[in-house]
């Protein structure tokens, strides 16, 4: 079957470093994508990764793991407005269709 | 910037009646979707479509229909509303390559009554 799993829920203190991890399982794999969704909007793109390793972009990075079926999102220096949703997904192969995990949200304390 | 625009934000609608929801996209994309999110289990893919009057079933195609008779716009059909429909509605699209993220749309939340 298909299956993404993510945490519920966590929190974080502002400035601090946040790891959400994710594992899936899922019948093909063509890449690995984070978004982000604040409450009441729409999810947004944030990184993707379809070969192992880390990707970096500013405070925000991406790692994966293909053999483990694994990836975390690393947010470095956080921020009030970096309490959101935070959603895995992963793009089966033979086309574009993406499945999602349930997501993890993240409240980030003063 | 990719614009993705969905017909309303909320609808009320009764048991038995047939809802469309529409959405278009400015990018000329290839891609279109439709999924539903509800609480705990995240988005879900209800269906989608890579090219004019082509259309695949999602993970959970049961009760809806879908239409692409132009490139831009998608459509949402639920044949007879039901009230286990009652949920957050999204639009996506997205480009031709594998690595190209989806864009979405602001949602529609629909109430069955």
Same mark, same amino acid.
């Given at each position: 079957?298909?299956n993404?799993?993510?945490?519920t829920?966590?929190?974080?203190?502002?400035?601090?470093?946040v790891?959400? $991890?994710?594992?899936?399982?899922?019948?093909?794999? $063509?890449?690995l994508?984070?978004?982000?969704?604040h409450?009441?909007?729409?999810?947004t /793109?944030?990184s993707? $990764?379809?070969?192992?390793?880390?990707?970096?972009?500013?405070?925000?990075?991406? /790692?994966?793991?293909?053999?483990k079926?694994?990836?975390?999102?690393l947010?470095?220096?956080?921020?009030?407005?970096?309490?959101?949703?935070?959603?895995?997904a992963?793009?089966?192969?033979?086309?574009?269709?993406?499945? /999602?995990g349930a997501?993890?949200?993240?409240?980030?304390?003063a | 910037?990719?614009?993705v625009?969905?017909?309303?934000?909320?609808?009320?609608?009764?048991?038995g009646?047939?809802?469309? +929801?529409?959405?278009?996209?400015?990018?000329?994309?290839?891609?279109?979707?439709?999924?539903?999110?509800d609480?705990?289990l995240?988005?879900?893919?209800?269906?989608?479509?890579?090219?004019v009057?082509?259309?695949?079933k999602?993970d959970i195609?049961?009760?809806?229909?879908v239409?692409?008779?132009?490139?831009?716009?998608f459509s949402?059909?639920?044949?007879s509303?039901?009230t286990?429909?009652t949920?957050?509605? +999204?639009?996506?699209?997205s480009?031709?390559?594998?690595?190209?993220?989806?864009?979405?749309?602001?949602?529609?939340?629909l109430?069955v009554?």
């Open positions: 079957g298909q993404i799993d993510q945490p829920e966590m929190t974080a203190t502002e400035g601090a470093i790891q959400i $991890n994710c594992t899936y399982q899922t019948s093909g794999f $063509n890449g994508f984070w978004y982000q969704q409450a009441g909007e729409a999810p /793109f944030l993707y $990764n379809v070969l192992d390793g880390l990707e970096e972009k500013g405070r925000f990075s991406s /790692f994966l793991s293909r053999s079926g694994y990836s975390y999102l947010l470095k220096e956080l921020q009030m407005k970096d309490s959101a949703s935070y959603l895995c992963v793009r089966d192969t033979g086309g574009f269709k993406t499945i /999602f997501g993890t949200r993240l409240f980030v304390k | 910037d990719v614009k625009t969905q017909s309303s934000r909320y609808l009320v609608k009764r048991t009646e047939k809802v469309f +929801l529409e959405c278009v996209q400015d990018m000329d994309h290839e891609n279109m979707f439709w999924y539903r999110q609480p705990g995240g988005l879900r893919l209800i269906y989608f479509s890579y090219d009057k082509m259309k695949e999602g195609p049961e009760g809806y229909s239409s692409r008779e132009k490139k831009e716009r949402l059909i639920l044949e509303a039901s286990n429909q949920s957050m509605y +999204l639009c996506a699209s480009g031709d390559r594998l690595s190209y993220e989806q864009y979405f749309g602001p949602g529609t939340r109430t009554t």
